[in-house]
């Protein structure tokens, strides 16, 4: 894999965020399955699809966008995280979701950062933004899973970084990212109040001895990917993340996830975010084509 764009610089495999190019590399499109066997799309104006989404804590299908006046994207699936909740100091809004048994896996969907969103400084705490996994939930539980947090280390950092944590058949490989005092790129801006699009690849490998890969993509801008092998802060054995997604022998799939999750830092005044034109396409049988 050669240097890839993110934001204004580039960076290469192995780069622990530390050590940036100087040349820009040309700009990259964000990767799509071109023959999904399966797709779900919901713009949740209609009645809510229960074989699809499961279990919800402190989400509301259908919801208004009240904190964005003039939305002209109708209603939204809202996720209240209250500053004083059942789970104070934490705070916890989820929507999880199960699809069929896949190997391939593109997911899209639109997020509303409120105006009044801080991770509270000196909370490092990992704040969930998605999980996907196959089989039982849990980093050394499931078949496979990635989890994507937000965290908050560092002095003057202005937002969440994005955080990587994989696992499968049993081994958990910890946290992995870039070296939070010089990554640039966030998952989410402080005080931002405005609409993103969050896109994501996922791909098992076919065989044992080989190894999948996840993308994390913002506004189409490829802001994590495994295959750059991101530092690692507390991995079982630092296992590098371009092989941390093995072929499982528990069943090779993924076929649950959740939009946001739990929030280890709390929050300082009740914070909700929207999520709007959720979509998922996958393929089941064989890893198919992309562009």
């Known amino acids: 894999m050669g240097n890839v764009i993110v934001s204004s610089t580039t960076r290469t495999p192995f780069d622990n965020g530390s050590n940036w190019g100087s040349v820009v590399a040309p700009s990259i499109s ?21 074989t ?22 109708g209603k939204v699936m809202s996720f209240l995280y209250e500053a004083n909740g059942a789970q104070f100091p934490d705070s916890w809004a ?47 539980a499931s078949n496979v899973s990635c989890v994507v947090e937000g965290i908050f280390e560092g002095s003057g950092v202005s937002g969440s970084i994005p955080d990587l944590g994989i696992g499968y058949d049993g081994t958990n490989f910890g946290h992995s990212r870039f070296d939070p005092s010089t990554d640039t790129d966030k998952i989410y801006l402080t005080q931002d109040g405005n609409w993103h699009e ?10 044992p001895g080989a190894y999948g890969k996840y993308e994390l993509w913002l506004d189409d801008t490829l802001i994590l990917s495994t295959d750059w092998d991101l530092a690692i ?12 997604i093995g072929y499982s022998t528990r069943g090779n799939f ?38």
């Open 30 to 50: 964000r990767t799509r399955i071109v023959s999904p066997e399966y797709t779900f799309t919901d713009d949740f104006e209609g009645v809510r699809d229960n």
């Open 52 to 73: 699809f989404w499961e279990g919800a804590t402190s989400a509301t299908y259908g919801a208004a966008a009240t904190q964005d006046a003039g939305y002209a994207g």
């Open 94 to 140: 989820e929507q999880r979701m199960r699809f069929p048994a896949c190997i391939q896996l593109e997911m899209s969907y639109r997020i509303f950062v409120p105006a009044n969103y801080v991770h509270p400084a000196g909370a490092g705490g990992n704040n969930k933004v998605l999980a996907i996994w196959g089989g039982t939930y849990g980093t050394s």
């Open 198 to 207: 969050i896109g994501v690849y996922f791909v098992l490998p076919e065989a």
């Open 233 to 244: 802060a507390d991995a079982a054995g630092g296992t590098p993340t371009s092989q941390q």
């Open 254 to 291: 993924l076929d649950q996830a959740y939009l946001l999750g739990w929030a280890n830092s709390g929050f300082a005044a009740d914070t909700t975010f929207y999520v709007d034109d959720f979509s998922l396409r996958t393929r089941s049988t064989s890893v198919g084509s992309t562009t």
